[in-house]
T-cell receptor, first 114, second 114 residues
Framework: NAGVTQTPKFQVLKTGQSMTLQCAQD?????MYWYRQDPGMGLRLIYY???????DKGEVPNGYNVSRLNKREFSLRLESAAPSQTSVYFC?????????????FGDGTRLSIL | SQELEQSPQSLIVQEGKNLTINCTSS?????LYWYKQKYGEGLIFLMM?????EEKSHEKITAKLDEKKQQSSLHITASQPSHAGIYLC??????????????FGTGTLLAVQP
């Protein structure tokens, strides 16, 4: 019963390097989300995909790109990593775009940019 | 200021004691979610409240949504070390016209001393 799976769990990058965070869900959910969590800032939405084939910017999209590869997978890419992107990244999914349904979260990716 | 305010920010209780965590919104709540997060892990969905006056329980944790739908409380009875963690409330907000996203409070850190 995997739910939402994120890889990798930890990563250290140098400034300017690129990488892709992977997320996959096995709940047949239509909507998927990427958040970052920082001390004192709470969880902030980076990008979301309301349904397969669509992606939209959230509150803090600068420096990131996403790809909704198929219904199961939603990846987050850092093209040129910056120290300000050091954070814990969470992927989440929910049944669809409507309200009154919970989002289900992965265990997170802890990313450090040196 | 935060749209969702949680209080207290942190709490230390003796095992066996009861405790309450509050979540107050500056807007009417239409979907209120409680999550728990342990260090190094993702957010675990606890409960969802939709209607004013609604109350739900899961094991020794009870959550209520007040009649005016602008505040929710989470009550833990006879706390145990396993209850330790960060408790986050989340609420639905329309975003971008295409999806509901969750906004979160900054969390309440709970420590339970044996």
């Amino acid at each position: 019963n995997a739910g939402v799976t994120q890889t990798p769990k930890f990563q250290v990058l140098k400034t300017g390097q690129s990488m892709t965070l992977q997320c996959a869900q096995d709940m047949n959910h239509n909507s998927m989300y990427w958040y970052r969590q920082d001390p004192g800032m709470g969880l902030r939405l980076i990008y979301y995909s309301a349904s397969e084939g669509t992606t939209d910017k959230g509150e803090v999209p600068n420096g990131y790109n996403v790809s909704r590869l198929n219904k199961r997978e939603f990846s987050l890419r850092l093209e040129s990593a910056a120290p300000s992107q050091t954070s814990v990244y969470f992927c989440a999914s929910r049944r669809d775009r409507g309200a009154n349904q919970p989002q289900h979260f992965g265990d997170g990716t802890r990313l450090s940019i040196l | 200021s935060q749209e969702l305010e949680q209080s207290p920010q942190s709490l230390i209780v003796q095992e066996g004691k009861n405790l309450t965590i509050n979540c107050t919104s500056s807007k009417t709540l239409y979907g209120l979610y409680w999550y728990k997060q342990k260090y190094g892990e993702g957010l675990i969905f606890l409960m969802m409240l939709q209607k004013g006056g609604e109350e739900k329980s899961h094991e020794k944790i009870t959550a209520k949504l007040d009649e005016k739908k602008q505040q929710s409380s989470l009550h833990i009875t006879a706390s145990q070390p396993s209850h330790a963690g960060i408790y986050l409330c989340g609420a639905d907000r329309i975003y971008g016209g295409a999806t509901n996203k969750l906004i979160f409070g900054t969390g309440t850190l709970l420590a339970v001393q044996p």
